[in-house]
């Protein structure tokens, strides 16, 4: 009688994942926006793999452009009945009155407390009031 074991190798632990967050930045609307008024855009910051750092978004634009960034307040822990580690908050963007009529591109930026920074691009175009 013939008996075949087999013996496996031991196969290296694969590491912990890196704590780490995405950041998704909605469509803003209206697109494209009249000068003078604001466009909005939802913002989302998904916390994974133990991630528990505040983040804080912010916008790079040219002159003309300003932010508001409304209910962006980090969920850092699990919560029994809430949401999931993460922020989801809304970006107001307020164009000028006097900026040109174009398309213009804006950089907003999520910000971890231990320096971790993210960006993403959008287009707002601008067109004159009436």
Do not use: W
């Not at 008024?37 to 793999?49: E, M, N, P, W």
């Not at 804080?56 to 003309?64: H, Q, R, S, V, Y």
């Amino acid at each position: 009688m013939l008996l075949a074991t087999a013996c496996r190798a031991a196969t290296p632990s694969e590491p912990a994942p890196t704590p780490d967050y995405t950041v998704v930045v909605g469509e803003l609307a209206p697109n494209p926006v009249l000068a003078g008024d604001s466009a909005v855009a939802s913002l989302q910051s998904a916390f994974r793999h133990g991630f528990a750092q505040p983040v804080t978004f912010g916008l790079i634009a040219p002159t003309g452009f300003s932010a508001r960034f409304d209910g962006c307040v980090p969920v850092l822990t699990q919560q029994p009945f809430g949401p999931p580690p993460g922020v989801t908050c809304v970006m107001i963007v307020r164009v000028a009155r006097t900026m040109l009529p174009g398309s213009y591109l804006l950089r907003v930026t999520a910000q971890a407390a231990g320096g971790a920074v993210k960006e993403r691009f959008i287009t707002l175009g601008v067109v004159a009031p009436p």
